[in-house]
C-alpha cells in the first residue's frame, strides 16, 4: 500500500484512468488536487464540474492558487500540498511530451521530495483509450481545437464506437488519438470509483477563438 497519495485531478479522462490504475496497484488516494490561477475559469474543464466529481468519489478536493513565474507558483503550490496535506506522492494523467517539453509535475515536484507516479506515461494511445473504455469510464468531450474537430464533437460520449471514428480521423489528421496536444478535452461523468453520474445540467456551445466547448448553465 502505497499511502499519503493525491491525484492532480483536471476531470478529464487521463486523471480518472490514472487514479483508477494508480488505486488497483495499491495507492491510497487521500485528495484531489487542482492548481489553477486565481480567478481562473476553465473551457474545458469547469471547476463547478470538478466539485461535482470529486462528491461523487467521495474524496476532498483542493483547489490550489499558482501564479507566476509558473515554475516558482507551482513549486509553492505543492510544497503546501505537501507541508499543510502531508501529501508524499503525486499521480498525474500524463500521457508523453507536451511541446517538446517533459514532465512539468515531476520537474517541479521531486525537489521538494515528492515522488510523482505517472501511470499512463508513454502508453500506447489506442490502448489507453480501450482501457478507459474497458474499466467503465463515461467520458464525455468538452472542448475541441476547431482546426482539428468540428463542434460536432461536443457533447460525445467516448464508446467504443465513437473512438473508432476518433482513431481513424487520428490516423488521416496526425491529430494525438488521445487529445495529448489540446486538440481536445473530456470530462468524465462516470465510473469506477464514481457513486452516481455526474449531472452538471443543460450546456449550450461556447467559442473563444479556435475553441469550442460546453458551457454549462
Known amino acids: 500500500m502505497i499511502e499519503h497519495v493525491a491525484v492532480l485531478w483536471t476531470g478529464g479522462k487521463d486523471c480518472a484512468l490514472a487514479m483508477h490504475e494508480a488505486c488497483e496497484g495499491g495507492c491510497d488516494v487521500r485528495a484531489l488536487i487542482t492548481f489553477a490561477p486565481a480567478d481562473a475559469h476553465f473551457l474545458a474543464h469547469p471547476l463547478n464540474v470538478i466539485r461535482l466529481q470529486a462528491e461523487t468519489l467521495g474524496r476532498p478536493h483542493y483547489c490550489i492558487e499558482v501564479s507566476e513565474p509558473y515554475e516558482d507558483g507551482y513549486r509553492r503550490a505543492i510544497g503546501q500540498v505537501r507541508d499543510r496535506l502531508g501529501i508524499a ?14 514532465n512539468w ?7 521538494l521530495g515528492l515522488e510523482v507516479h505517472t501511470p499512463l506515461w508513454d502508453a500506447d494511445r489506442e490502448a489507453l483509450l480501450n482501457r478507459l473504455i474497458e474499466a467503465g469510464f463515461v467520458a464525455i468531450i468538452s472542448c475541441v481545437q476547431l482546426e482539428w474537430l468540428g463542434e460536432e464533437w461536443l457533447g460525445t460520449e467516448l464508446t467504443a464506437d465513437v473512438l473508432e471514428r476518433l482513431v481513424l480521423h487520428s490516423r488521416k489528421s496526425g491529430i494525438d488519438p488521445c487529445g495529448e496536444q489540446g486538440e481536445y478535452h473530456t470530462l468524465v461523468m462516470d465510473g469506477p470509483g464514481f457513486r452516481h453520474r455526474v449531472t452538471p445540467g443543460p ?6 477563438g479556435g475553441l469550442a466547448y460546453l458551457e454549462w448553465a
Do not use: F, K
Open 203 to 208: 450546456w449550450r456551445v461556447g467559442r473563444s
Open 89 to 102: 506522492t503525486l499521480i498525474t494523467g500524463d500521457i508523453g511530451p507536451v511541446d517538446g517539453h517533459g
Open 105 to 111: 509535475i515531476r520537474q517541479c515536484a521531486e525537489p
